[in-house]
C-alpha cells in the first residue's frame, strides 16, 4: 500500500488462536463470555467424573492433542493406559502422578471465571477457570477450542505433581 509516496506493509495477522472477535455490544460480547465459560466449566466438569470413575478413556476424550503427547511420554504410549498406571515417562525417567490431583483438585466447592493474582490469557478459543477448595486453594485449569469441542490443555508437566524419578 503506498501513503505519501512510501510503501507500507502490514503487519502480519495474529495466529489464528491469538485472534479475538470484537462486538460493539457490551452485553453481546458479556454473553459470548459467559457462554464460553459454561462450555469451558462443562468440559472441567466431565473431566473431573471421568477421572475420579476411573473412565479413562472418556478422560483422554477431553484432553487436548498437545495432553494426550505429553501423557504418552513422547513414545506412543497409550494415553489411558498413562492414566491408569498413574505413570509417565519424561526422557529417560519414570514419574508416578495421580490423575485427579494432576489435572483438576479434590473437593472442589466451587468454580470461579477470575483470580486476584492470576494474570489471564484468554481469546475466544482459550479459557481459564480456577478451581477453588473450601480452605482457599487455587487451581488453574486452561481449558482449549480444538475443532468444534472444549478440551483441557496441560502444554507442561507440573513438576510439583509428579513423583519419583526412577524407573
Known amino acids: 500500500m503506498a501513503c505519501g509516496g512510501r510503501i507500507y506493509e502490514l503487519p502480519p495477522p495474529p495466529a489464528d488462536d491469538a485472534r479475538r472477535s470484537v462486538t460493539l455490544d457490551p452485553a453481546e460480547e458479556r454473553r459470548l463470555d459467559a457462554e464460553r465459560y459454561t462450555e469451558a466449566r462443562r468440559t472441567v466438569l466431565g473431566l473431573m467424573a471421568a477421572l475420579e470413575g476411573g473412565d479413562w478413556a472418556s478422560a483422554v476424550a477431553l484432553l487436548s492433542q498437545e495432553t494426550r503427547l505429553l501423557l504418552s511420554g513422547g513414545s506412543g504410549l497409550d494415553p489411558a493406559a498413562a492414566l491408569d498406571a498413574g505413570r509417565t515417562e519424561i526422557g529417560d525417567e519414570s514419574y508416578a502422578f495421580d490423575p485427579v490431583d494432576l489435572f483438576v483438585l479434590r473437593d472442589i466447592s466451587r468454580f ?3 483470580w486476584e493474582g492470576f494474570e489471564e490469557n484468554e481469546t475466544d478459543r482459550r479459557k481459564e477457570i480456577f478451581l477453588v ?8 485449569v486452561i481449558v482449549i477450542r480444538e475443532g468444534d469441542a472444549w478440551v483441557v490443555h496441560m502444554p507442561r508437566w507440573p513438576r510439583d505433581l509428579l513423583h519419583g524419578g526412577g524407573a
Open 133 to 140: 477448595t473450601a480452605d482457599e486453594q487455587v487451581r488453574r
Open 112 to 114: 470461579e471465571d477470575d
